[in-house]
């Protein structure tokens, strides 16, 4: 068994090996003071600060050009409940991400509209780069902290998840600061680190379920290093404190059954290379990143040769990278599928971390900056791409021209249930919010047509709500209107897709077809 034991009582660095049959033993110098006397005015210091203001920058540009799309709208309608609406719902149903709805809840009462709402997330992902700064600087050191936070303000998938209505962002934020506290809790353990580590690990938890395997991960390492002497009591009571915090989400996820998750379709071995490409923002980013891992591999074994405390610190970066994924991916193969790329962005500090500790580590020098060029140069290409696309999900958009050209008889279809929460929230903000009374439904809220109750919606047969979405009754139709979305997520849908349309064309013409980013809208009459 290898352990790391952690002294305190050598600050410059003098290290002890002591080597017995069972057990080898490598005490590792604390070094709080070298990461804490790095200057605000240093070069890397003023880099991080100088990526602060990048992706705060590159974040806040047309923050509200872009409609909410699906989850970001059931976020804006779950804010807006009273309040014992929402914590029913919250302990019944949406247990995850409850801390980023209840701080957005809290931040609704302040103003409205998708750049206002956006801001919140925005602002933990801004916080993310300072973080990212310090967690590596105390890691590795200065240098290694400066280019993790540059690599991290023009990461695509970041800016991205900071531009949403949704708690990722909050995630990476509270993972990257529960990581920084971890690190200071093990080479320094006190009761004030200890109780703040417990607090932002648990809050991290309510920020997303995924934050549990990056703890998982600091737990592991906690268990196999040493801390300096009486630290363990310190070690131990917070991780006590974590597991309590973590109860209610563990009941939950054991009783409150598996529905919010029943969308997601078991992973293959493709769908990992997928994520590592969501995460760096692009298979050329990637290849870069995976060129920069072997200086940082190459730093690790010097590190375990010469006995440094940068092995353990190394080896967690590792282990933080790929460890949400392999869990995740593991879980999702043997039980219920979880294995979706948003989740794991609490893995990607860790990747801007060990690619950081690979830039410092490259020799000669000049070709660690040209790599680094070269990285944020495609970096930077990508967030122009992400920025000049489309939006996901343009409800704003397709509820808008379903309304202006929409004609008394008119019945309205989803393939969809749930794409009613998102359309008719921006219908009701709409000029003619007055035609919602004649919009009907063509499919049953809580399910989607049998195969063999398809051809019956050929012959007009079709469900007009009393009140807002009430109990329907059966009408022929004139024209119908067929909004399309999240249905080519696999064959099967596909092939559901492709019934519902052949049904709706007997006897009437496809008119018009228009795309709505990820939404299809088609008119038959």
């Not at 531009?163 to 971890?182: C, D, K, M, N, P």
């Not at 059954?257 to 969308?263: C, I, L, M």
């Not at 405390?309 to 282990?319: P, T």
């Not at 393939?415 to 035609?435: L, T």
Request: charge should be positive; hydrophobic fraction near 50%; glycine fraction near 8%.
């Amino acid at each position: 068994m290898f352990i790391l034991q952690v002294h305190d009582e050598h600050p410059q660095g003098e290290r002890n090996v002591a080597t017995d049959r069972s057990t080898t033993e490598v005490a590792l110098p604390v070094l709080p003071d070298r990461s804490d006397k790095v200057g605000i005015f240093s070069p890397a210091a003023f880099t991080a600060l100088v990526a602060t203001a990048v992706v705060a920058t590159v974040s806040a540009v047309d923050l509200g050009r872009q409609g909410y799309w699906w989850d970001e709208v059931f976020s804006v309608a779950f804010a807006q409940l009273a309040w014992n609406d929402f914590f029913g719902l919250l302990t019944s149903h949406e247990a995850n991400m409850s801390l980023y709805f209840t701080l957005l809840k809290l931040w609704s009462y302040a103003g409205s509209g998708e750049a206002f709402t956006r801001l919140l997330s925005l602002i933990f992902g801004v916080a993310s780069v300072p973080m990212i700064f310090v967690l590596g600087k105390r890691l590795l050191g200065p240098n290694e902290g400066a280019v993790a936070a540059v690599l991290l303000s023009v990461n695509a998938f970041l800016v991205a998840r900071s531009q949403e209505a949704r708690g990722y962002s909050l995630l990476v934020l509270l993972a990257i600061t529960s990581a920084y506290l971890f690190v200071r809790l093990i080479e320094d353990p006190r009761f004030a680190t200890a109780l703040t580590y417990a607090v932002v690990a648990g809050l991290a938890m309510y920020a997303h379920f995924f934050a549990a395997l990056a703890i998982a991960i600091q737990f592991a390492f906690a268990v196999a290093l040493k801390p300096p002497r009486g630290g363990r009591r310190y070690v131990t009571g917070a991780y006590g404190a974590i597991a309590v915090m973590g109860l209610p989400l563990l009941a939950f996820t054991l009783f409150r059954g598996t529905s919010q998750v029943d969308w997601i379709t078991r992973p293959d071995f493709l769908d990992v290379g997928r994520v590592f490409i969501s995460l760096s923002g692009g298979r050329p980013i990637l290849f870069l990143y995976l060129v920069l891992s072997v200086p940082c591999l190459l730093r690790l074994k010097r590190a375990l040769d010469s006995g440094s405390s940068e092995a353990w610190k190394l080896m967690y970066l590792v282990a933080w990278l790929l460890g949400p994924i392999v869990i995740a991916f593991v879980i999702s193969r043997l039980s219920t599928p979880v294995f979706v790329d948003r989740y794991l962005v609490v893995s990607l500090p860790a990747l801007a971390l060990v690619a950081a500790s690979g830039v410092t580590a490259m020799r000669p020098r000049a070709m660690a900056f040209l790599t680094l060029a070269v990285l944020v140069g495609l970096c930077v290409r990508q967030l122009y791409l992400v920025h000049a696309a489309e939006g996901v999900e343009d409800w704003r958009g397709s509820s808008g021209y379903v309304l202006e050209n929409w004609r008394p008889g008119d019945t309205l279809a989803f393939y969809e249930s749930m794409a009613r929460i998102p359309f008719g929230y921006y219908a009701g903000k709409s000029n003619q919010r007055a035609q919602l009374r004649h919009l009907s439904i063509a499919f049953d809220p809580d399910a989607r047509p049998a195969e063999d109750s398809v051809p019956a919606l050929a012959c007009g047969e079709v469900c007009e709500p009393r009140g807002d979405w009430g109990r329907p009754e059966l009408r022929p139709a004139r024209r119908i209107w067929l909004v399309l979305a999240h249905n080519l997520q696999d064959s099967s849908e596909r092939a559901l897709t492709r019934r519902i349309q052949v049904s709706f064309a007997n006897g009437r013409t496809l008119e018009e077809r228009r795309q709505f980013g990820n939404v299809t809208v088609e008119r038959y009459g």
